[in-house]
């Protein structure tokens, strides 16, 4: 399964960028989808995931990003909102059949203050 992500980009702050990924090779429903990120000399922590069973967020984003699937189930976009400085990291789409087992390639997004 590939995954290949767009759309990121330097906005300042109070902008708007939105993500998108694109899965393929996967002859499976991917029911797990959704995006990473790792600011420099962070860890990488999860921004926002949605399941089959629902869609939960990381309380730093809640409310101002938005992650929504594809009608055809394979591509994943997360809306950003809002953007704070400290929202600037390598964001990374993720997939996968139950757990995440799928990463794509970071994707840069830069906030300016």
């Known amino acids: 399964v590939q995954l290949q992500a767009s759309g990121g980009g330097s906005v300042q702050a109070g902008g708007s960028l939105r993500l998108s990924c694109a899965a393929s090779?996967?002859?499976?429903?991917?029911?797990?989808m959704g995006w990473y990120r790792q600011a420099p000399e962070k860890e990488r922590e999860v921004v926002a995931i949605t399941t089959s069973d629902g869609t939960n967020y990381s309380s730093s984003v809640k409310g101002r990003f938005t992650i929504s699937r594809g009608s055809a189930r394979n591509t994943v976009t997360l809306q950003m909102n809002s953007l704070k400085s400290e929202d600037t990291a390598v964001y990374y789409c993720?997939?996968?059949?139950?757990?995440?087992?799928?990463w794509g390639k970071g994707t840069q997004v830069t906030v300016s203050s």
């Open positions: 993720c997939a996968g059949r139950v757990g995440i087992n799928y």
């Open positions: 090779g996967s002859g499976f429903s991917l029911n797990v």
